[in-house]
């Protein structure tokens, strides 16, 4: 295909103009209103017209509370204008960066990045926005690793000052340098980290979390309490266990599950979190977790 998006006018002269995302759940929206909202023209792909149309309402919406907040100086008519929504995979030809946000399953996310890239123009840019799974080993699938690298966004993204830049041994010097200019005009932070289990902030978050579950299930403290501890000791802003909820206990589960696997039993899920996620207590999203969310 051309390349010629690729000698178009960026949104700002950091940032691509022309930015992907597939998946538009609650992080891929979040992913595709960081963008919109510094001026970059989005392209959100789901799987059905349903999704796809539901994808639109999630980013649209973000974007009018950001300038009903005032966090964004911008008209919402001229915003949602830049938004497209498709199902087609296609319609990356254009992109000048995708960042697919699809659930952390290694067969999804390789096939999702596969097809993805081979929509993509040779110098364009890939990005998975895994949380855990091995950037290195995702990168060993692609036809060009040297254009791919992990870019993890934290949920909710609009709130979040964090991304993590994980960069595979095959990620060009050029990328990396390209990844910490967006961060940066997303109004965000980088923290770059090179490939590992869980990266930094899964590996820490995991961990801490895992023993706070732990304690919950020997009867060690109520899970407000060991929250409390966290955030008034230790001045986290969300407690290790409210934090699982917002997440999702079945996202902890698989994450937890491919740290043991590659890390030790240290990070074996506990029989709790196992026990919440078979009775389909996954958190914020179906109501209850270790809190309620139904009050």
């Keep these: 295909m051309s390349n010629s998006a690729q000698?178009?006018?960026?949104?700002?002269?950091?940032?691509?103009?022309?930015?992907?995302?597939?998946?538009?759940?609650?992080?891929?929206?979040g992913i595709a209103h960081a963008f919109l909202i510094k001026g970059a023209d989005v392209l959100v792909v789901e799987r059905?017209?349903?999704?796809?149309?539901?994808?639109?309402?999630?980013?649209?919406?973000?974007?009018?509370?950001?300038i009903e907040r005032g966090a964004v100086d911008g008209n919402l008519d001229e915003m949602v204008s830049r938004l497209a929504v498709s199902v087609d995979?296609?319609?990356?030809?254009?992109?000048?960066?995708?960042?697919?946000?699809?659930?952390?399953?290694?067969?999804l996310k390789v096939a999702s990045l596969r097809g993805i890239e081979e929509r993509l123009a040779d110098d364009a840019y890939l990005a998975s926005n895994t949380s855990s799974l091995s950037v290195n080993g995702l990168a060993r699938e692609l036809a060009r690793p040297q254009n791919f690298l992990?870019?993890?966004?934290?949920n909710p993204v609009p709130a979040s000052t964090l991304i993590e830049v994980v960069l595979g041994e095959q990620t060009s010097d050029a990328v990396a340098a390209a990844a910490r200019g967006w961060v940066e005009a997303l109004g965000k932070t980088?923290?770059?980290?090179?490939?590992?289990?869980?990266?930094a902030s899964s590996r820490?978050?995991?961990?801490?979390?895992?023993?706070?579950?732990?304690m919950v299930e020997e009867g060690v403290a109520s899970a407000e309490d060991i929250d409390n501890a966290m955030v008034l000791g230790y001045k986290h802003p969300t407690g290790p266990l409210r934090t699982t909820d917002i997440v999702g206990l079945d996202v902890r589960l698989g994450i937890a599950e491919y740290l043991a696997?590659?890390?030790?039993?240290?990070?074996?899920p506990p029989q709790i979190l196992r026990d919440k996620v078979?009775?389909?207590?996954?958190?914020?999203?179906?109501?209850?977790?270790?809190?309620?969310w139904n009050s």
């Design 7 to 29: 000698s178009a006018p960026t949104s700002d002269g950091v940032l691509p103009r022309f930015v992907g995302v597939l998946g538009g759940g609650r992080m891929g929206a």
């Design 48 to 66: 059905d017209e349903q999704s796809a149309e539901a994808a639109r309402e999630r980013v649209e919406s973000a974007a009018a509370k950001s």
């Design 89 to 107: 995979y296609d319609d990356f030809k254009d992109r000048q960066l995708v960042v697919e946000a699809v659930p952390e399953d290694w067969d």
């Design 150 to 154: 992990g870019l993890h966004f934290f």
């Design 190 to 199: 980088a923290v770059v980290v090179n490939d590992a289990p869980g990266f």
């Design 204 to 214: 820490l978050g995991v961990a801490i979390a895992l023993e706070a579950m732990r």
């Design 261 to 268: 696997s590659t890390l030790g039993d240290r990070f074996a």
């Design 278 to 292: 078979a009775r389909g207590e996954l958190g914020r999203k179906t109501g209850k977790g270790f809190f309620d």
